[in-house]
């Protein structure tokens, strides 16, 4: 049971509403966690504008799913890998090589070298808190990535930490739509690592700051 209301679009704040009624009409049904988001109108409005800009970049919509499945997988959000498996089998985003690769964070398992690299730099940054090194770099322009992929690549995981920020502290589940996509085991973070959401946006900046130059 979430800790926090799910909303919808009928108990949602009023400040929230439009936001909630667009995200309905998008995906044909309310994602919980937009229905959690929505319980702080500012945040729900973060997270949509800086979608926004994630998908206003050179990475492709599958090196998107690449880069947000790994950083979900990454930081424990079991409800996170499987909504973007769902995004990007459904939407025919990647191959299902790709999807496994990226679920198992294993850049070496893709069969496609572009996305190993963007897999492999995905790694690096989070590992390293954005100060990956000349080699890593390197290996990620070699197979034709632009530094503006990576500072997008960066944006990517900030606006992750926040949306795994908060489906954590609510303590969200599954819905039934994306529970066929969810990894086996436990892969949900217990909710007090995810209580400061100042550190969140703090490494958010830190990423950005150290691959954006």
């Known amino acids: 049971m979430a800790r926090l209301t799910v909303h919808t679009v009928e108990t949602a704040p009023e400040a929230a509403k439009p936001r909630v009624e667009a995200a309905l009409k998008n995906n044909g049904f309310l994602p919980n966690l937009i229905g959690v988001l929505a319980n702080s109108p500012e945040a729900l409005a973060f997270y949509q504008e800086v979608g926004k800009l994630n998908a206003a970049t050179s990475l492709s919509a599958g090196e998107v799913e690449v880069v947000q499945i790994i950083a979900a997988k990454t930081n424990e959000c079991g409800f996170c890998v499987a909504g973007h498996t769902k995004l990007a089998t459904l939407k025919k985003l990647l191959s299902e090589n790709a999807v496994a690769a990226s679920r198992a964070v294993d850049p070496a398992a893709f069969d496609d070298a572009k996305l190993s690299a963007l897999a492999a730099f995905t790694v690096a940054v989070m ?10 770099l390197q290996a990620f322009f070699r197979c034709g990535l632009q530094p503006a992929a990576g500072g997008r690549s960066g944006v990517g995981r900030g606006a992750g930490h926040f949306v795994q920020l908060h489906q954590q502290s609510g303590q969200n589940r599954n819905q039934p739509r ?17 209580s400061d959401g100042l550190k969140a946006l703090q490494k958010y900046i830190v990423i950005v700051k150290a691959i954006a130059w």
């Open 127 to 136: 590992a390293n808190k954005g100060a990956v090194s000349d080699a890593d």
């Open 178 to 194: 994306i529970e066929r996509f969810r990894l086996k085991g436990r892969h949900d973070r217990p909710s007090e690592k995810f």
